[in-house]
């Protein structure tokens, strides 16, 4: 209803009724009885304020009543009115029964004043709402208006529950309005914002998704106010009535979850019905309308099954869908026989219960039909088979409708920002790349025209790998799948087939090319970063919450990653370390001396140097940087790199630039690269281009060039070979140069090249690098680097012919260590067999332990050999616990002291070579796996500690689907089947947890205790007085006290106390610091509670190797905790370093003369032409004349008279000077 307020032209107060008069061509001022908002700027008028006003309107049916005024004149109460928005001006259509505003129209004024409104969208709402032709006595006595009006709700656009159309008032159809009248008549439907009552009324004008603006200047978004009535309503309280499926309040809420759901689930039947039912009782109402309808053999209806029959139904499916085939048919007999014999007992004309006792009843109740409860759990579409997917190779499911189950069902999302806004910081959350992915996000909303402060933002990790369903035939029973982590936990996915942390979204066989559908998963959720709307139950409320979701790595093993890039794998002469096109040379990558004395001396003792190491012209210096000068002695270009350059003018004319570092003529040798898509997309380019201009006359120069890149020769150089000579064909058709080059323009577009196959889909996708694809822990240290370095011990200790004897006398020890069954320490005897990665990870923690026996306890021969693998050993146990170190405060490494690890790991690997065989050969460390070592520093930076992007945690999902996959078919019928049954099987265990009220159960499980539990006191104490290995673990107050575990109670945990001194004799064993420990003789019982929150660490209590008994008396042990610590020289638990006793010599002495200046010297070259050279040497004679003190270079004067910059002091030159005869300074 509206009045006119005071005006020049008339000041009469109609209240309601509106004479002829309504034509006037100037404006007037009326009061509003209605809130009005506008639909344009949502501006937000209340009741009693005024407005100027157009014109009035009637339907144009005629559908108004009619009355007789004072004047006798008839007059006719209007039905809407054009009004002005005084902020910004648009004209409004504007109810005058109620608050409803039509969307805006014409700016042309002179269109409003007609006296009949001809809207569709005005008449489908006042038919719906006002006509007294079509509503009850009831209804038409108490039209909806804001004060004490009925529940009217609305469905915002895009439900398709009306139609559209243009109107001669060009009103702007933009969006379906329904209402749905009810008969509570007590509910006003709306809530109270600032004193203010807004009712779902407010929103007619609004677009879906838009906001009413309060006085206060504050939006309320339509979101907002239907989960604030859920709020109200408490919609998420238990009910115990499910028989009739009813409203609940005055229904605004649930009628628009309603309207969500079946728009989210409209072409997924099962799934729209389980959710709608389960509105009235989350996670009970859905599964006993599941029972019920199973019971009764229907597909549809509203029959609930009591709480009995519905959980012994859940269980009975939980026992038939893990039974044989067999072990089915003879549990239903036994249910027969059951049946027959309680038969006599029931009472006469009671029915009997629902039991499966047949085959029959067991496809109908169970699962193999569509009544049957399993077949009715909610569950994604599979696409592929009868349902095209994305190709005819894979089974697919989508992962916008993943993500819709999970939210609908429950799941407890981790946001890295939620519904307070508050950013998530912890663990994967807080690192730099989840900043990234965060910003991307937020971009994405506000171009989509989000609100990014009334959304929730969420992370997916895919990873992607295949495997052997069956050990027969393995290569055509190789099967791919691709998974993705929706919110992974903040430390990391969790390890174990059970965990509901990710989900197997695309499955295939392993020789089918997945580009295809990996390509569609990343544009899919390139849509989902826009926002998504979604119904979210998480906690137990259900609520409409806008969402985004993006991609912020990929984790896979080496060959999986080179796979899905394209690129070369890790046998590639050009692709050793991951995400770099350069070679490996084992004279001049590696450090040189100098370069690892600085090294080492900067790693002991914190020393820097003024040598610029990238300067070093006898070493790379590990540095692929494109600046360092000695990668021109490693990689000159071949015979077949093509050497003529592409004219600048064409380059212009066709759009393209040469890609960095790689234009032709490279001149004497090619620079590493790092590698991005954009880069190798650009080398790509040009080498079409130069071949189909006749530029380069042959495809070994494009294949020469392209493997330069590091690109795949099977998924990228073969096609862009075949593409290159049809190119060359069209190009030469062409006879002016402007059609050539638009030609080419459009041809060797990246778009272009995708859909003709040339490039990879991955390639051009805007959110993706190929930084986001991961290094993972357990491939390239533990099963790579690690299991490498015990097998080239392995083989040392095969030529000193004491393997046999050492592995028995440390498997006493190891075999205790296995008994104990610790997660931290899981290792087995050797030799290594049948080894899984935590066996390895145990081998990484015990490895200066086990040789430290090796070298105290075994004779060996090659005495040079020994200190190249202590220092390859310690070494490596010094850089991955750097890399895999977290604290409980979460401190960072320092990242150059970790750089520095890794490459003198590396170059002691080197060191050891010489020591394996006579050539000096280091086959052994030229795996990928060691030089990806080199990335992982800045991985770590980027995406957090390597621990939470453990491999095994996602290689677990494999174990979901390899049961399903026993009897393998090559169909994609098959794999489709196969991939709703894990589906369904996820949704069962989910359902029934819930059910069955398993899951807080888990969340309340205790801390683990990690350390074994003896016997009796007397065990520890004997452990200790022999000298065995005891398990341990420290209290956060207690530094230097540690305590063994023993006894079987559960309460109560009965400990003995090993007492570390503050003097307490430090002995070293291969870097490994082992003290005195004192035994006290009194035993505690702590209470479990106690002690469970104050544990800093556990351990293990080592022995010390003491072979000749140079150490008097027992106790003497060192400790390595499961944060990969250990005892240091004081005593205290830190991360290990390197010991100075093994890396001294590696450092010159202080005071060496190094400059030789005038000094007569003869030089003996070990390698000529960057080959080691092992006869024949010849020694070179000539004088210093110069040193360069900031370089470390000599100038050599040579007797020919040739001049030479040389480090001689620190390269494997033999170097004689003459002073009172020849000297040898250094061999």
Same mark, same amino acid.
């Given at each position: 209803?509206?009045?006119?307020?005071?005006?020049?032209?008339?000041? *009469?107060? %109609? /209240? =309601? @009724?509106? !004479?002829?008069?309504?034509?006037?061509?100037?404006?007037?001022?009326?009061?509003? &009885?209605?809130?009005?908002?506008?639909?344009?700027?949502?501006?937000?008028?209340?009741?009693?304020?005024?407005?100027?006003?157009?014109?009035?309107?009637?339907?144009?049916?005629?559908?108004?009543?009619?009355?007789?005024?004072?004047?006798?004149?008839?007059?006719?109460?209007?039905?809407?009115?054009?009004?002005?928005?005084?902020?910004?001006?648009?004209?409004?259509?504007?109810?005058?029964?109620?608050?409803?505003?039509?969307?805006?129209?014409?700016?042309?004024?002179?269109?409003?004043?007609?006296?009949?409104?001809?809207?569709?969208?005005?008449?489908?709402?006042?038919?719906?709402?006002?006509?007294?032709?079509?509503?009850?006595?009831?209804?038409?006595?108490?039209?909806?208006?804001?004060?004490?009006?009925?529940?009217?709700?609305?469905?915002?656009?895009? *439900?398709? %529950? /009306? =139609? @559209?159309? !243009?109107?001669?008032?060009?009103?702007?159809?933009?969006?379906?309005?329904?209402? &749905?009248?009810?008969?509570?008549?007590?509910?006003?439907?709306?809530?109270?914002?600032?004193?203010?009552?807004?009712?779902?009324?407010?929103?007619?004008?609004?677009?879906?998704?838009?906001?009413?603006?309060?006085?206060?200047?504050?939006?309320?978004?339509?979101?907002?106010?239907?989960?604030?009535?859920?709020?109200?309503?408490?919609?998420?309280?238990?009910?115990?009535?499910?028989?009739?499926?009813?409203?609940?309040?005055?229904?605004?809420?649930?009628?628009?979850?309603?309207?969500?759901?079946?728009?989210?689930?409209?072409?997924?039947?099962?799934?729209?019905?389980?959710?709608?039912?389960?509105?009235?009782?989350?996670?009970?109402?859905?599964?006993?309308?599941?029972?019920?309808?199973?019971?009764?053999?229907?597909?549809?209806?509203?029959?609930?099954?009591?709480?009995?029959?519905? @959980?012994?139904?859940?269980?009975?499916?939980?026992?038939?869908?893990?039974?044989?085939?067999?072990?089915?048919?003879?549990?239903?007999?036994?249910?027969?026989?059951?049946?027959?014999?309680?038969?006599?007992?029931?009472?006469?004309?009671?029915?009997?219960?629902?039991?499966?006792?047949?085959?029959?009843?067991?496809?109908?109740?169970?699962?193999?039909?569509?009544?049957?409860?399993?077949?009715?759990?909610?569950?994604?579409?599979?696409?592929?088979?009868?349902?095209?997917?994305?190709?005819?190779?894979?089974?697919?499911?989508?992962?916008?409708?993943?993500?819709?189950?999970?939210?609908?069902?429950?799941?407890?999302?981790?946001?890295?920002?939620?519904?307070?806004?508050?950013?998530?910081?912890?663990?994967?959350?807080?690192?730099?790349?989840?900043?990234?992915?965060?910003?991307?996000?937020?971009?994405?909303?506000?171009?989509?025209?989000?609100?990014?402060?009334?959304?929730?933002?969420?992370?997916?990790?895919?990873?992607?790998?295949?495997?052997?369903?069956?050990?027969?035939?393995?290569?055509?029973?190789?099967?791919?799948?691709?998974?993705?982590?929706?919110?992974?936990?903040?430390?990391?996915?969790?390890?174990?087939?059970?965990?509901?942390?990710?989900?197997?979204?695309?499955?295939?066989?392993?020789?089918?090319?997945?580009?295809?559908?990996?390509?569609?998963?990343?544009?899919?959720?390139?849509?989902?970063?826009?926002?998504?709307?979604?119904?979210?139950?998480?906690?137990?409320?259900?609520?409409?919450?806008?969402?985004?979701?993006?991609?912020?790595?990929?984790?896979?093993?080496?060959?999986?990653?080179?796979?899905?890039?394209?690129?070369?794998?890790?046998?590639?002469?050009?692709?050793?370390?991951?995400?770099?096109?350069?070679?490996?040379?084992?004279?001049?990558?590696?450090?040189?001396?100098?370069?690892?004395?600085?090294?080492?001396?900067?790693?002991?003792?914190?020393?820097?140097?003024?040598?610029?190491?990238?300067?070093?012209?006898?070493?790379?210096?590990?540095?692929?940087?494109?600046?360092?000068?000695?990668?021109?002695?490693?990689?000159?270009?071949?015979?077949?790199?093509?050497?003529?350059?592409?004219?600048?003018?064409?380059?212009?004319?066709?759009?393209?630039?040469?890609?960095?570092?790689?234009?032709?003529?490279?001149?004497?040798?090619?620079?590493?690269?790092?590698?991005?898509?954009?880069?190798?997309?650009?080398?790509?380019?040009?080498?079409?281009?130069?071949?189909?201009?006749?530029?380069?006359?042959?495809?070994?120069?494009?294949?020469?060039?392209?493997?330069?890149?590091?690109?795949?020769?099977?998924?990228?150089?073969?096609?862009?070979?075949?593409?290159?000579?049809?190119?060359?064909?069209?190009?030469?058709?062409?006879?002016?140069?402007?059609?050539?080059?638009?030609?080419?323009?459009?041809?060797?577009?990246?778009?272009?090249?995708?859909?003709?196959?040339?490039?990879?889909?991955?390639?051009?996708?805007?959110?993706?690098?190929?930084?986001?694809?991961?290094?993972?822990?357990?491939?390239?240290?533990?099963?790579?680097?690690?299991?490498?370095?015990?097998?080239?011990?392995?083989?040392?200790?095969?030529?000193?012919?004491?393997?046999?004897?050492?592995?028995?006398?440390?498997?006493?020890?190891?075999?205790?260590?296995?008994?104990?069954?610790?997660?931290?320490?899981?290792?087995?005897?050797?030799?290594?067999?049948?080894?899984?990665?935590?066996?390895?990870?145990?081998?990484?923690?015990?490895?200066?332990?086990?040789?430290?026996?090796?070298?105290?306890?075994?004779?060996?021969?090659?005495?040079?050999?020994?200190?190249?693998?202590?220092?390859?050993?310690?070494?490596?146990?010094?850089?991955?616990?750097?890399?895999?170190?977290?604290?409980?405060?979460?401190?960072?490494?320092?990242?150059?002291?970790?750089?520095?690890?890794?490459?003198?790991?590396?170059?002691?690997?080197?060191?050891?070579?010489?020591?394996?065989?006579?050539?000096?050969?280091?086959?052994?460390?030229?795996?990928?796996?060691?030089?990806?070592?080199?990335?992982?520093?800045?991985?770590?930076?980027?995406?957090?500690?390597?621990?939470?992007?453990?491999?095994?945690?996602?290689?677990?999902?494999?174990?979901?689907?390899?049961?399903?996959?026993?009897?393998?078919?090559?169909?994609?019928?098959?794999?489709?089947?196969?991939?709703?049954?894990?589906?369904?099987?996820?949704?069962?265990?989910?359902?029934?947890?819930?059910?069955?009220?398993?899951?807080?159960?888990?969340?309340?499980?205790?801390?683990?205790?990690?350390?074994?539990?003896?016997?009796?006191?007397?065990?520890?104490?004997?452990?200790?007085?022999?000298?065995?290995?005891?398990?341990?673990?420290?209290?956060?107050?207690?530094?230097?006290?540690?305590?063994?575990?023993?006894?079987?109670?559960?309460?109560?945990?009965?400990?003995?106390?090993?007492?570390?001194?503050?003097?307490?004799?430090?002995?070293?064993?291969?870097?490994?610091?082992?003290?005195?420990?004192?035994?006290?003789?009194?035993?505690?019982?702590?209470?479990?509670?106690?002690?469970?929150?104050?544990?800093?660490?556990?351990?293990?209590?080592?022995?010390?190797?003491?072979?000749?008994?140079?150490?008097?008396?027992?106790?003497?042990?060192?400790?390595?905790?499961?944060?990969?610590?250990?005892?240091?020289?004081?005593?205290?638990?830190?991360?290990?370093?390197?010991?100075?006793?093994?890396?001294?010599?590696?450092?010159?002495?202080?005071?060496?003369?190094?400059?030789?200046?005038?000094?007569?010297?003869?030089?003996?070259?070990?390698?000529?032409?960057?080959?080691?050279?092992?006869?024949?040497?010849?020694?070179?004679?000539?004088?210093?004349?110069?040193?360069?003190?900031?370089?470390?270079?000599?100038?050599?004067?040579?007797?020919?008279?040739?001049?030479?910059?040389?480090?001689?002091?620190?390269?494997?030159?033999?170097?004689?000077?003459?002073?009172?005869?020849?000297?040898?300074?250094?061999?």
């Amino acid at each position: 209803m509206w009045c006119r307020g005071e005006s020049s032209h008339d000041s *009469t107060a %109609l /209240g =309601g @009724s509106r !004479g002829q008069q309504h034509c006037h061509q100037q404006n007037e001022m009326v009061t509003l &009885e209605h809130n009005f908002v506008c639909v344009n700027c949502r501006f937000l008028l209340t009741s009693g304020e005024h407005v100027e006003m157009i014109s009035a309107h009637q339907i144009k049916t005629g559908a108004g009543a009619e009355s007789v005024g004072n004047d006798g004149v008839v007059l006719a109460t209007p039905d809407a009115m054009s009004v002005v928005c005084p902020k910004c001006s648009t004209v409004n259509v504007q109810c005058c029964h109620c608050s409803f505003t039509a969307s805006k129209v014409s700016t042309r004024r002179d269109r409003h004043r007609t006296n009949y409104l001809n809207s569709k969208n005005y008449t489908r709402h006042y038919r719906t709402c006002h006509d007294p032709s079509k509503m009850s006595s009831t209804s038409a006595a108490l039209p909806p208006t804001s004060e004490g009006d009925d529940s009217v709700v609305i469905h915002p656009p895009g *439900t398709e %529950l /009306g =139609g @559209s159309g !243009g109107d001669d008032d060009n009103i702007i159809d933009t969006m379906d309005i329904s209402f &749905e009248q009810h008969q509570d008549n007590d509910e006003d439907g709306g809530i109270e914002f600032g004193g203010i009552e807004i009712t779902e009324l407010d929103y007619c004008a609004t677009e879906y998704n838009n906001a009413v603006l309060l006085s206060s200047g504050e939006e309320l978004g339509y979101e907002d106010f239907v989960n604030q009535c859920i709020i109200d309503e408490h919609l998420a309280s238990d009910r115990n009535d499910y028989t009739t499926h009813h409203h609940v309040g005055s229904s605004i809420a649930m009628t628009e979850l309603e309207r969500h759901i079946e728009n989210a689930f409209k072409d997924n039947e099962v799934s729209r019905r389980y959710f709608l039912l389960d509105l009235q009782s989350w996670g009970r109402a859905g599964i006993r309308g599941i029972v019920g309808r199973s019971v009764s053999g229907a597909v549809t209806g509203d029959e609930f099954a009591d709480e009995t029959e519905t @959980s012994a139904l859940l269980l009975l499916t939980k026992i038939m869908i893990r039974l044989t085939k067999d072990d089915r048919k003879a549990l239903l007999k036994y249910n027969k026989c059951l049946l027959e014999m309680l038969e006599p007992y029931f009472v006469p004309g009671t029915p009997l219960p629902a039991v499966p006792s047949s085959e029959a009843l067991l496809r109908k109740m169970v699962m193999g039909s569509r009544t049957a409860l399993f077949d009715q759990l909610p569950r994604e579409i599979v696409y592929g088979g009868d349902l095209g997917g994305v190709d005819d190779k894979h089974a697919t499911i989508s992962i916008n409708d993943l993500i819709n189950h999970e939210m609908a069902i429950g799941k407890d999302y981790t946001w890295i920002v939620g519904e307070d806004c508050v950013r998530n910081r912890n663990g994967i959350y807080g690192t730099p790349a989840a900043a990234r992915t965060l910003d991307r996000l937020k971009s994405r909303v506000l171009e989509n025209g989000g609100d990014v402060n009334k959304t929730v933002f969420g992370l997916i990790v895919p990873w992607s790998d295949g495997f052997v369903s069956n050990w027969v035939r393995q290569k055509d029973n190789n099967v791919w799948i691709k998974t993705v982590t929706i919110c992974p936990p903040a430390n990391g996915k969790k390890g174990n087939k059970n965990s509901t942390d990710s989900h197997v979204v695309v499955m295939g066989l392993s020789k089918h090319s997945h580009s295809n559908v990996v390509s569609a998963t990343v544009d899919e959720i390139a849509m989902i970063e826009k926002g998504v709307t979604r119904l979210s139950y998480q906690g137990g409320t259900p609520r409409l919450l806008m969402t985004s979701f993006g991609i912020l790595a990929f984790v896979s093993d080496r060959p999986e990653r080179s796979s899905l890039n394209s690129t070369l794998g890790c046998t590639g002469n050009t692709s050793k370390r991951a995400l770099y096109a350069a070679p490996f040379d084992k004279i001049w990558v590696p450090s040189c001396r100098r370069c690892l004395a600085d090294r080492v001396r900067r790693t002991l003792f914190g020393e820097t140097s003024s040598f610029v190491h990238n300067k070093c012209r006898q070493c790379c210096d590990w540095d692929y940087s494109s600046e360092t000068e000695a990668w021109k002695n490693v990689w000159p270009p071949g015979s077949d790199f093509p050497d003529q350059t592409i004219d600048d003018n064409v380059l212009l004319s066709v759009g393209l630039n040469w890609p960095s570092h790689r234009r032709v003529p490279v001149g004497s040798y090619i620079k590493p690269m790092k590698q991005s898509f954009a880069w190798m997309i650009s080398g790509v380019q040009i080498a079409l281009l130069a071949y189909a201009t006749g530029t380069w006359s042959s495809l070994k120069m494009v294949k020469a060039y392209l493997l330069s890149f590091a690109i795949s020769s099977k998924h990228v150089i073969e096609y862009a070979e075949k593409y290159a000579k049809e190119l060359k064909k069209e190009v030469r058709a062409i006879t002016d140069d402007t059609g050539r080059y638009s030609y080419l323009r459009s041809v060797l577009d990246a778009k272009n090249l995708v859909e003709c196959g040339v490039l990879p889909h991955l390639w051009i996708k805007e959110s993706i690098d190929m930084s986001m694809f991961l290094e993972e822990p357990m491939h390239g240290i533990f099963l790579g680097v690690v299991g490498t370095t015990y097998e080239v011990m392995e083989q040392f200790m095969a030529k000193e012919s004491n393997r046999a004897t050492f592995e028995r006398h440390v498997n006493q020890f190891l075999f205790d260590i296995r008994d104990f069954k610790l997660s931290f320490c899981a290792i087995r005897e050797f030799p290594k067999a049948q080894w899984i990665s935590e066996n390895f990870v145990a081998v990484a923690r015990l490895n200066r332990f086990i040789y430290g026996h090796y070298f105290s306890a075994m004779t060996v021969k090659d005495k040079t050999a020994v200190d190249a693998a202590m220092r390859m050993i310690t070494s490596l146990d010094v850089m991955i616990s750097q890399l895999m170190y977290k604290s409980d405060d979460d401190d960072e490494i320092d990242p150059d002291s970790t750089r520095d690890i890794v490459k003198i790991f590396l170059s002691c690997c080197i060191e050891w070579a010489t020591h394996l065989s006579k050539s000096g050969n280091c086959d052994f460390m030229e795996k990928a796996n060691f030089f990806s070592l080199l990335n992982l520093v800045d991985q770590v930076l980027q995406y957090g500690s390597l621990r939470m992007w453990w491999g095994g945690s996602f290689e677990a999902d494999i174990g979901k689907v390899k049961a399903e996959l026993k009897y393998l078919r090559k169909t994609q019928s098959f794999l489709a089947t196969k991939l709703a049954a894990t589906r369904k099987q996820f949704y069962y265990n989910d359902i029934s947890a819930r059910w069955f009220g398993e899951n807080k159960s888990n969340a309340a499980k205790q801390y683990a205790f990690d350390c074994y539990r003896a016997a009796s006191a007397g065990d520890v104490v004997s452990r200790f007085n022999a000298g065995d290995v005891i398990s341990v673990f420290r209290l956060k107050s207690q530094p230097r006290v540690w305590y063994s575990a023993f006894g079987r109670d559960r309460d109560i945990l009965k400990v003995v106390r090993f007492v570390l001194p503050e003097i307490s004799g430090a002995v070293e064993v291969l870097g490994t610091f082992y003290h005195k420990f004192n035994l006290d003789r009194h035993y505690y019982q702590p209470k479990r509670t106690e002690i469970d929150s104050s544990i800093a660490e556990f351990g293990l209590m080592l022995p010390i190797p003491d072979a000749d008994g140079t150490v008097d008396g027992v106790g003497y042990y060192s400790i390595i905790t499961d944060k990969w610590r250990s005892l240091d020289v004081e005593g205290n638990t830190s991360l290990p370093k390197l010991p100075l006793s093994l890396f001294h010599s590696i450092i010159p002495p202080e005071n060496f003369d190094l400059s030789l200046v005038g000094q007569q010297i003869a030089v003996l070259f070990p390698f000529i032409d960057n080959k080691t050279k092992e006869s024949g040497l010849d020694w070179y004679n000539g004088q210093v004349a110069n040193y360069h003190e900031s370089t470390g270079e000599h100038l050599i004067i040579w007797e020919e008279g040739d001049t030479d910059l040389l480090h001689l002091s620190l390269e494997d030159y033999g170097i004689l000077h003459r002073e009172k005869g020849w000297k040898l300074i250094k061999n």
